[in-house]
């Protein structure tokens, strides 16, 4: 079955940019999206489609697909972003979900 | 605005059948623009996705689920829902419902295949 590593954890400092990872084969074909879930709170829908924002998101969260990793950027971290993100693909008519990272804000 | 929200029993015995629904308001589930889909978060993992139902009654599921899960939808009442048979501990967990965009012929339905409008989770725990 196919699966999306993520790394279990990444620290970044306040106002810095943190680079959240997702692997997969042949990722670039999979309309790759992105989800934020704080302690307690409903998954929210950040990236989809590889790199479009849905409405209401702010511009710092970005995504880029390279073929084989998916790349969610967040820059200027805030506080606020401290969650557990996670990354979904298409497959052969199934929905992936990687095991998500949880991002600290040092 | 769109809102989903999941209901059932919070209390499943062991080998008994989990059965959950979801009322969507602000938005008709036959609008032909989404499917619309289970997933569960069991205490302190990630998500799982269980499965989706388009209005028409098409189903895709999770194949490690398939042989236990039944989804349904009833346009007339604007709500879909999920059967689970077989309940283990292992089924306890956060069942959300949500709805989800797809795609077709080169188009795309909402955002596509991701889920964009979730409810707020209802817990689930099997148990005797």
């Known amino acids: 079955s196919y699966e999306l590593p993520q790394p279990p954890s990444v620290s970044v400092s306040p106002g810095q940019t943190a680079n959240i990872t997702c692997s997969g084969d042949?990722?670039?074909?999979?309309?790759l999206s992105w989800y934020q879930q704080r302690p307690g709170q409903s998954p929210v829908l950040l990236i989809y489609q590889d790199n479009k924002r849905p409405s209401g998101i702010p511009e710092r969260f970005s995504g880029s697909n390279s073929g084989n990793t998916a790349t969610l950027a967040i820059s200027g971290t805030q506080a606020m972003d401290e969650a557990v993100y996670y990354c979904q693909a298409w497959d052969s008519s199934t929905v992936v979900f990687g095991g998500g990272t949880k991002l600290t804000v040092l | 605005q769109m809102l989903m929200q999941e209901s059932g029993p919070g209390l499943v015995k062991p080998s008994d059948t989990l059965s959950l629904t979801c009322t969507v308001s602000?938005?008709?589930?036959?609008?032909?623009?989404?499917?619309w889909g289970w997933i569960r978060q069991p205490p302190g993992k990630g998500l799982e996705w269980i499965g989706s139902i388009f209005y028409t009654g098409s189903t895709y599921y999770k194949p490690s689920l398939k042989s236990r899960v039944t989804m349904s939808v009833d346009t007339s009442t604007n709500q879909f829902s999920v059967k689970l048979s077989s309940v283990t501990a292992a089924d306890t967990a956060l069942y959300y419902c949500?709805?989800?965009?797809?795609?077709?012929?080169?188009?795309?339905?909402?955002?596509?295949?991701?889920?964009?409008?979730w409810g707020q989770g209802t817990v689930v725990t099997v148990s005797s």
């Open positions: 042949n990722l670039r074909n999979k309309y």
């Open positions: 949500a709805r989800q965009g797809y795609c077709t012929g080169g188009n795309c339905h909402q955002y596509g295949w991701a889920f964009d409008v």
């Open positions: 602000g938005a008709y589930i036959n609008n032909g623009r989404s499917y």
